[in-house]
């Protein structure tokens, strides 16, 4: 049996789109204004999103429970496993005593605030973002951070609002791959494209996030190495995804990053040194930080320094080899499996005018536990703890009480994954995104607003870009705009989804031990989601009408 979806049940896209928004809704406002517990936001929402697609849309409802349940699977692995190992490290680090002796480093660069978090946040999680991508570097920054003594709310929003501009070319330039993969587009225009959007961003966002941490002024007198850290991030983020690809476009760029802000830190420090580890604005959790804050570093002998930062220099090396798409391939070549679901692989059919030509949809979860990223940071953990002289009975242990830590994390991903998922094979999300395709001569900022709600419904850019990508070359086709432009906006608007994305925001709160606040922060970085992904649209609608010539020169 086959089932070919519906878009418009209701023979009112306006009405069918109300229908098709409402397990978000649900979800958002559960979190944002009732303050509900995330797991059971997230549950309510898949709930009505079984009753919306099987009653009003259509889809039979066996096919809406299996959907519901692949996507819960996809959700557990790879993310959940990923969460899962990366705060077994953080824990194994913090038992060890070796995070303390790295605050003590990170502090030894720089004691202010503003510019520990342009270190960490912005360049140390873009290097994660590039290498590993899905959740690593929110998880492993937010940590980071909680450890340097930042609040709850700080340490997790902030690290998301960071965690913008690299992502397009995050997972070794995944989302690209898979934007190509759809659309037909070639991969190096692509590239091309998304690399003359993003590094305006990537100079707005590092000036942005310390505005969002300390204000204006804060910020006004941090500049200097605000302005190094744009522009050292931003010209290699233009320069390789020109003129090399997409694949090491974060990795290049960050270490770039990295190695200008440290250098330049040598040399200049602020007159006034900001202490303050809470958010200028209101901070319902300034007085939940959970280390003593570090605003001094001490000189400490080369062994120890080494020490401290092994850990995360092998959690490093691991996640940057399971990246590479050799080592990907050889250890599914050792195990892997995939799992067709019965009942909803290739039975459903989508349809045009999302696609160019009706296609069946393939449901096939896949096991590929070796070549998981989470797999090379569990590897990673259990060296540095042996390492650290852990021993495999006392690792057991601990990982027996990380898993307890956050097993209602898990299941909130994992039943956000299964209301993203039912969404994608329902077709809620295609009637979504026909609404934005009809706003005609407006469509480059609503179409880059298309790509923010694909992350934001997804919690991913390559699966935005999956999502979303045919629907916007058919329609700048149609509407006569550069299909390249179009297909870039996607990713490119995308970025900014993911810092409200449901799956981001429950890895940030575990990862700063702030478990049942996810509402809070939503509540807090909405505003910089939506406000940086609207100017991303007047950015396409520059390149689409005023500076056409951008679009011309790339596609050939």
Not at 180 to 193: E, F, P, Q, Y
Not at 240 to 252: A, E, R, W
Not at 309 to 329: K, N, Q
């Amino acid at each position: 049996m086959t089932w070919t979806q519906v878009y418009d049940p209701m023979g009112n896209i306006a009405l069918s789109t109300v229908f098709a928004a409402l397990p978000v809704v649900v979800m958002l406002v559960a979190l944002a204004f009732f303050r509900i517990a995330a797991h059971w936001a997230a549950i309510a929402a898949l709930v009505v999103a079984v009753i919306c697609a099987s009653v009003v849309f259509g889809m039979p409802g066996g096919m809406a429970v299996r959907a519901a349940g692949l996507g819960v699977l996809s959700g557990l692995f790879p993310i959940g496993w990923i969460v899962l190992n990366i705060i077994f490290l953080y824990r194994l680090t913090v038992a060890n005593g070796s995070f303390t002796t790295l605050q003590q480093a990170i502090a030894g660069v720089t004691p202010d605030r503003r510019l520990q978090l342009l270190l960490i946040a912005f360049a140390f999680g873009a290097f994660f973002e590039g290498a590993a991508g899905f959740g690593t570097p929110v998880a492993v920054t937010a940590a980071i951070l909680m450890g340097l003594g930042f609040s709850p709310l700080a340490a997790s929003g902030l690290s998301l609002i960071a965690n913008t501009a690299p992502v397009a070319f995050g997972a070794l330039g995944s989302p690209v791959i898979a934007l190509s993969a759809v659309t037909g587009i070639d991969l190096n225009l692509l590239s091309a494209m998304i690399g003359r959007q993003l590094p305006f961003f990537s100079l707005i966002v590092p000036f942005w996030l310390i505005w969002a941490f300390a204000g204006f002024r804060a910020m006004r007198d941090v500049w200097p190495a605000i302005l190094v850290t744009g522009v050292s991030f931003a010209i290699p983020q233009f320069l390789v995804s020109n003129y090399i690809g997409p694949m090491l476009v974060d990795v290049i760029s960050a270490l770039v990053c990295m190695a200008c802000l440290v250098g330049f830190l040598r040399v200049w420090q602020p007159r006034e040194i900001w202490t303050n580890a809470g958010l200028r604005s209101k901070d319902p959790s300034a007085g939940l930080v959970q280390a003593k804050p570090v605003v001094g570093g001490e000189a400490m002998d080369r062994a120890t320094l080494v020490r401290a930062w092994m850990p995360w220099l092998i959690l490093t090396v691991f996640v940057f080899a399971w990246g590479l798409p050799s080592v990907r391939a050889a250890l599914n070549g050792i195990f892997t499996t995939s799992l067709p679901i019965d009942g909803l692989h290739n039975a459903i059919i989508k349809a045009p005018p999302v696609v160019e030509r009706p296609i069946p949809e393939p449901a096939v979860w896949a096991f590929n536990i070796l070549s998981m990223t989470g797999t090379g940071i569990l590897f990673a953990a259990i060296v540095s703890g042996l390492l650290m002289k852990f021993s495999p009975f006392a690792l057991i242990a601990e990982y027996g009480r990380t898993i307890w830590k956050v097993r209602l994390s898990l299941v909130t991903i994992g039943a956000m994954l299964g209301l993203g998922t039912l969404t994608r094979y329902s077709g809620l999300d295609a009637t979504m995104g026909l609404a934005f395709a009809s706003t005609g001569f407006l469509f480059p900022l609503f179409g880059t607003m298309l790509g923010w709600l694909g992350v934001a419904l997804t919690g991913s850019d390559t699966a935005s870009n999956v999502l979303f990508g045919g629907l916007q070359k058919i329609t700048a086709q149609q509407l006569g705009l550069s299909p390249v432009l179009m297909a870039a906006a996607n990713s490119s608007g995308g970025v900014m989804g993911k810092m409200i994305d449901a799956q981001s925001i429950v890895v940030a709160s575990t990862a700063t031990n702030w478990f049942g606040q996810e509402g809070t922060i939503l509540r807090f970085v909405f505003f910089h989601s939506v406000a940086l992904a609207i100017l991303v649209g007047m950015l396409v609608m520059l390149q689409a009408y005023v500076w056409p010539f951008t679009a011309m020169v790339v596609a050939g």
